[in-house]
């Protein structure tokens, strides 16, 4: 699997949902020791728990919605063509963005959302727009 420093080298990375994700990360970090890896603008916060990762993302808690799972995959197309061919709902096709990754959003038959990542390259995340913090 690439490496991209704009990703946490996790496997699968937890996301969840905050009105204020600033004012989560602040609270995280002050009630349970969280550190903060990398900023994205004002609606995306990597956050440090140990050796593990997790993401705070600007959104509303909706059912099933509050939090889904970033997983890293090798081939994103052809991960989105199995998921599709085994009833998953796509929301997003693969795209390539300017952090290096290519990406797809899909649901399984519960509801529950996920994102698929593959790293494509190494990217500095202020190439970007991103803040390195503590990668």
Request: charge should be neutral; charged fraction near 25%; aromatic fraction near 10%.
């Amino acid at each position: 699997m690439r490496h991209n420093r704009s990703v946490p080298p996790c496997p699968v990375i937890p996301n969840l949902c905050y009105p204020d994700p600033a004012a989560a990360a602040n609270w995280l970090i002050e009630a349970f020791g969280f550190t903060v890896r990398l900023r994205i603008g004002n609606h995306r916060i990597q956050m440090r728990a140990g050796e593990g990762c997790f993401t705070i993302r600007e959104g509303n808690i909706m059912p099933n919605q509050s939090c889904f799972l970033q997983v890293r995959v090798e081939d994103a197309h052809a991960h989105c063509e199995r998921a599709r061919k085994a009833g998953a709902k796509i929301h997003t096709e693969p795209q390539d963005y300017e952090y290096g990754e290519r990406q797809y959003d899909a649901e399984d038959f519960h509801g529950h959302r996920w994102n698929f990542t593959e790293s494509l390259r190494d990217v500095k995340p202020e190439s970007w727009g991103g803040t390195s913090v503590n990668l």
